[in-house]
């Protein structure tokens, strides 16, 4: 099919966008009716609702999860029980030798990632050390994003993943949700107001020693400061994203000079992941208005807040379950709330797969429903589906949505 021109496009979406907070009451609650919450107990995936088909087939999601260092094999193994779906398409990027083997062992022994082919473990030669401060971070990201555009077809929208993190709804929930919305929306955290980052992290001059020395990975700094750019604005916010396939295609193949020239100035800059796509996609007039200024997950901070999150455990297990985001950040190795989401939001048994549509199988006497397979585009979104409706909906009403754009 013919691609529209970048001006057309762009016209169409501002219309969309425009329309749908003052759409979003009436029209967005009748097309996700199906979703709703009633007032009995919360049903299982395999008692959901099936979804109907009448727009299609639901979006692809890529996810890419990445591991912090050596160790954090089993802790993806875990993450991918608990996220995967033979609709979406996966790609694990780890450095260590022993998780690679411990994770591509993982992968051809399940039956379903084999099948259905949808998993991809990053090779030996294509993933390296990562300085968490520095590029090589950013670099790694949008090196996944390549891959995923090259090796799966068909996916709308990029989640970045790490090993401390967990989802804390079905997939099917998700692809339901998101079904019913724009696919060039982007959900990322951004502004303009930078702070005390200003001084920590865009004035100094860095070198990442892992652009040159494998296993090298501290940031180096100089005492001389550079000044700020004034060929565009800076923003900043959560490294945590989920971008639409349209803006990391503009990003890596843009006919637009803008991502290039940002990224040369992002590899001096001190945690750019959380800086680089929120600069080019404020900056850019075809995608600033395709913004919504939250990343789709739950953390906790200290009073006053860190730098990083608190790790989170059972004490926030009500505020997870309710806050209607589908991810949450971040949890210590096999920490007890991970079981509690296990059971009680995901439907999920140890060492199993999250149940959902694409599994015929039973689950009486304990068995695996997973073990038999349907269709991978069916889907069966539990009640908790709602919460994430409800906070879409949040999102887009006119006070939350063009108010926070870019600002």
């Not at 929208?157 to 079904?179: G, K, R, V």
């Not at 724009?182 to 070198?207: M, Y």
Request: proline share 8%; glycine share 8%.
């Amino acid at each position: 099919m013919r691609k529209l021109p970048p001006g057309h496009r762009l016209r169409w979406m501002r219309a969309l966008l425009l329309a749908l907070p003052l759409l979003s009451l009436p029209v967005l609650y009748a097309a996700l009716g199906a979703a709703r919450a009633s007032t009995q107990a919360p049903r299982s995936p395999q008692q959901g609702r099936l979804w109907s088909g009448a727009r299609g087939p639901p979006p692809r999601l890529a996810y890419f999860i990445s591991g912090a260092g050596p160790g954090d094999g089993p802790r993806i193994r875990r993450l991918l029980r608990a996220l995967y779906h033979p609709w979406n398409c996966y790609l694990v990027g780890v450095a260590g030798e022993e998780d690679r083997a411990d994770l591509e062992a993982f992968v051809r022994g399940e039956e379903a990632p084999r099948r259905y082919g949808n998993v991809r473990v990053a090779a030996a030669g294509e993933w390296g050390a990562v300085t968490r401060r520095g590029p090589t971070e950013l670099a790694a990201t949008l090196h996944a994003a390549a891959l995923l555009l090259r090796e799966f077809e068909g996916w709308s929208w990029f989640i970045n993943l790490s090993a401390s993190d967990y989802p804390l709804m079905p997939q099917d929930d998700i692809l339901h949700i998101f079904s019913y919305i724009p696919r060039d929306l982007n959900f990322i955290e951004h502004t303009s107001n930078i702070g005390w980052k200003e001084h920590q992290r865009a004035r100094p001059i860095i070198v990442d020693p892992a652009l040159q020395i494998p296993n090298k990975t501290e940031v180096m700094t100089t005492k001389e400061k550079r000044s700020m750019p004034s060929a565009f604005k800076i923003f900043v916010g959560s490294s945590w994203v989920v971008l639409s396939r349209s803006f990391l295609e503009f990003c890596l193949l843009g006919w637009d000079n803008l991502p290039r020239t940002l990224l040369m100035y992002f590899t001096n800059f001190l945690s750019s992941s959380e800086s680089y796509f929120h600069t080019v996609i404020c900056n850019s007039n075809y995608y600033q208005n395709t913004t919504i200024n939250n990343d789709l997950r739950f953390m906790a901070w200290d009073n006053p807040p860190r730098t990083h999150p608190v790790n989170l455990t059972t004490k926030y297990f009500d505020a997870m379950a309710n806050s209607g985001a589908p991810f949450a950040h971040s949890f210590t190795n096999d920490d007890p709330v991970l079981d509690m989401i296990d059971a009680k939001l995901l439907g999920r048994a140890p060492d199993r797969f999250t149940p959902g549509g694409w599994c015929l199988g039973s689950s009486l006497g304990g068995k695996d429903p997973c073990n038999f397979f349907g269709r991978s585009f069916v889907l069966r979104p539990t009640e908790g589906s709602a919460k994430l409706e409800k906070l879409l909906l949040k999102l887009l009403e006119p006070d939350n949505f063009r108010p926070k754009q870019c600002k």
